[in-house]
């Protein structure tokens, strides 16, 4: 039996195509067969690398009996989350008033509107005490919709109302550098002084919050909390964490960063990237960078969102068997499989941490393939009238819109790539797609056609949050030049969230990062020469500062032309290195020597 899923764009959907299950993709066809046989919708959300994903497929969804169940009382949805994260995240947030246990598979059940009015996670096919079999659950909400209907509508009804209200926040000031001290080294009294990292078992990088603790500012007034950031590094750098090729694991099921949860992600990695860069591990970054070329990079030049956690092994699936053996000895088996698909915003990260990373490290193909991801992402994830759609598969467009996030995240990485390449294309292409993100971004029109109530949450976990992505972006945006209406967006996005983020500053590490960076005037340096690998470049590029651009007088040209004044007046002389404070700048040097490397 082949479903309606066989034919979508997803890696996660196409898997469950053969279920016996009568899935539907997300969208309106499913609410109007919800509507006309008044059922619940069942919702199950996850991803193509998820294990507990595949085990629940294998488990249940793969079982004539329990999809027997399904078809019979539900109007069964598929869901991926990275395409659909505006899905994912209000159905995260509705399933929070029924378990603290969020995580995927996110089985929810909901009104033939849409509304929550039951969820769980992974649910076993026999029972597991505490956890009921999936079979029971499925029969007991059955049972509640018929019997006690009312009850289930008011419980959906209650969480769409919490909902509404936790969308609401109450703006701040921006925090100042004492705050944000104290902030620091708050997340720092976290730390595991006997493994590294923050917190116990399961233990995650959260490269969003070493990225805040590695920034100058915190380096400067917290000294041991950016110290703590890069322990934390050095101990998943030499832990089970980090696969012999280089790239990083999702998480460690342990506290002392073994037994790997074996997924691979491309956020994970990227951000990890910058996170080696700041540390000064520029060991670790090579290693980083030569996992996204060599595992993730697709053949038009984007990177795919995951590499699996499980393959096949003597005719058997096997969770981590693969990563387990030498890399000498790998060749020999089957690869665990890359979900190609080519995600706008997560390949920003990518091209950013490329780019910065083949900067600092004088490597050109790094920012060659930055510029390939970067002209595959802008080229292929588009729609049929030229709007960047949130992924793409094997050059083929999603019909998911790009999010907010998406067009911040891809452009933060522009402005990036457009420093290290001196091409101010980029640049000019990173505003259009910032000033798109700022102007505000369509719901995903079913949420909207449905009025599902949605809280955005605007923390930041393993991604910068939809906030500070868009934060980041207009940051970068002005250290370039394109103006003070950036560093203005940048700063009211802070103050909308600074109270929470002072409050919280283990989930706001991005924000903090923002805010951190809008104290005082950044370091720019724009090295003006006519060999871009010669001393003066080089010299330049070692710098410690906020915006590194190398260029040649005709670049130098064409950034000024395009209004960013940061290069107004460079093209006049060559061979000539800029150091800035805030676009005020001492006279220039001609000389290696002269350029001084730290802030």
């Not at 001196?422 to 292409?429: C, F, H, K, L």
Request: charged share 20%.
């Amino acid at each position: 039996m082949t479903n309606r899923l066989a034919g979508t764009l997803s890696p996660y959907l196409r898997a469950h195509a053969e279920n016996p299950v009568d899935w539907y993709p997300w969208g309106a066809e499913a609410f109007a067969e919800a509507e006309r046989r008044d059922v619940p919708l069942l919702i199950s959300i996850g991803y193509s690398t998820c294990h507990w994903c595949h085990v629940m497929a294998r488990e249940s969804f793969s079982d004539p009996a329990i999809a027997a169940m399904i078809d019979e009382g539900f109007v069964a949805v598929k869901v991926d989350r990275e395409e659909h994260p505006e899905v994912d995240s209000a159905y995260m947030a509705a399933a929070s008033a029924f378990t603290q246990n969020l995580g995927w598979p996110l089985t929810v059940f909901a009104t033939p509107r849409g509304r929550a009015f039951y969820a769980g996670t992974y649910w076993p096919p026999a029972p597991r005490p505490p956890m009921p079999a999936f079979r029971d659950v499925l029969a007991a909400v059955r049972e509640a919709w018929t019997l006690r209907r009312a009850q289930a509508e008011e419980s959906a009804d209650a969480v769409a109302h919490a909902l509404a209200h936790a969308a609401l926040s109450t703006p701040g000031d921006l925090p100042d550098a004492a705050e944000l001290t104290a902030a620091a080294q708050a997340i720092a009294a976290r730390e595991d002084r006997v493994h590294g990292g923050f917190g116990g078992a399961p233990k995650f990088p959260v490269a969003t919050v070493l990225g805040f603790l590695l920034s100058p500012l915190v380096h400067r007034e917290a000294a041991e909390a950016s110290a703590a950031a890069a322990r934390a590094l050095a101990a998943m750098a030499a832990s089970a964490l980090r696969d012999e090729d280089g790239g990083f694991f999702r998480y460690a099921t342990q506290r002392d960063w073994t037994v790997p949860h074996y997924e691979r992600m491309l956020t994970d990695n990227a951000q990890l990237l910058d996170i080696a860069l700041d540390a000064g591990d520029h060991g670790v970054a090579r290693g980083i960078a030569e996992f996204l070329l060599t595992t993730l990079r697709r053949p038009a030049g984007g990177f795919g969102a995951a590499q699996d956690s499980e393959s096949w092994i003597d005719g058997r699936r096997n969770e981590g068997g693969y990563y387990q053996c030498p890399v000498t000895a790998r060749g020999a088996l089957e690869s665990p499989e890359v979900d190609g698909k080519v995600i706008t915003g997560w390949n920003g990260l990518a091209i950013g941490a490329l780019s910065r990373a083949g900067q600092r490290l004088g490597d050109s193909s790094l920012v060659s393939a930055a510029t390939e991801a970067a002209e595959a992402v802008l080229t292929q994830n588009r729609d049929p009238d030229g709007r960047l759609v949130r992924t793409s598969l094997g050059g083929a467009a999603s019909t998911a819109s790009a999010t907010a996030s998406d067009l911040a995240l891809l452009a933060d990485g522009l402005f990036a790539l457009a420093a290290a390449s001196g091409e101010a294309s980029w640049a000019t292409t990173g505003r259009a797609l910032l000033d798109e993100s700022l102007s505000g971004v369509a719901r995903d029109p079913q949420l909207s056609a449905q009025r599902i109530a949605t809280a955005p949450d605007q923390t930041d976990g393993d991604l910068p949050s939809d906030a500070s992505s868009i934060a980041m972006a207009a940051l970068s945006a002005w250290r370039l030049g394109a103006g003070e209406r950036y560093r203005d967006s940048a700063a009211e996005i802070v103050r909308s969230l600074s109270k929470s983020a002072l409050e919280q500053p283990f989930a706001h590490g991005s924000m903090l990062r923002v805010a951190a960076a809008l104290i005082g005037a950044p370091r720019q340096i724009v090295a003006v020469v006519a060999d871009r690998d010669g001393a003066l470049a080089a010299a330049a590029r070692t710098a410690d500062a906020d915006v590194i651009a190398i260029v040649t007088p005709a670049q130098a040209a064409a950034f000024a032309d395009a209004g960013f004044e940061l290069f107004d007046g460079r093209a006049d002389a060559t061979d000539r290195v800029y150091d800035c404070r805030g676009f005020v700048c001492s006279l220039p040097v001609s000389e290696p020597s002269g350029v001084l490397a730290a802030r």
